[in-house]
């Protein structure tokens, strides 16, 4: 795109309901963002510790940082709501999180804990990246509530699915409430 073009892009991305538009978009793109390991399964292997982590939103904010903060925002809100998702499996077989090549190891019974403090540290990040003023929090956790329990009821099919997801939305505004 020419100078110009991205300019304008970038002026529409960073408007007020833009950002709101770009924080849903990027929810309902990540939420299934984790399991594009699927795609390159020989080399990393199903619940790959690479997608199956904070580093996608930090990946979107390092190398994207023209989208803004609330595109951070929303991918960290997708993959948070995701991995809270995948925390309920079994940890055997593709229950597990796995190292890529050369190592294809599972993390074994740490999988579950890695999945925790990611989804975590993903909420998290969601509220610390986001403008400022409470409107977006409030915004942030409505939009993350929606994604959990259709995320949880619909692809999981599970209420307590749905109600751990919840937990872990919420828990992203926890440091917030506490410090004020
Ligand atoms: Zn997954």
Known sequence: MSGEVLDVVQRLVLSAPGEVVVLVLAVAVALPAPDVDLWA???LHHRSILTHSVLLPLLVSWFLPELGPAAVAGVSLGVAVHLAADLLSPSHGFG???????????LGRWSALWL???ALGASWLAVAVLPAGEAWRYLAAGVGAVA???YGLRKERSVLSALVALGVVAAGHAPRWWLG
Do not use: D, H, K, T
Request: glycine share 4%.
């Open 148 to 150: 959990a329990v259709g």
């Open 41 to 43: 399964i020989r080399l």
């Open 96 to 106: 597990r999180v796995y190292w890529p090549e050369p190592f294809q190891v599972s």
């Open 116 to 118: 925790m403090l990611n």
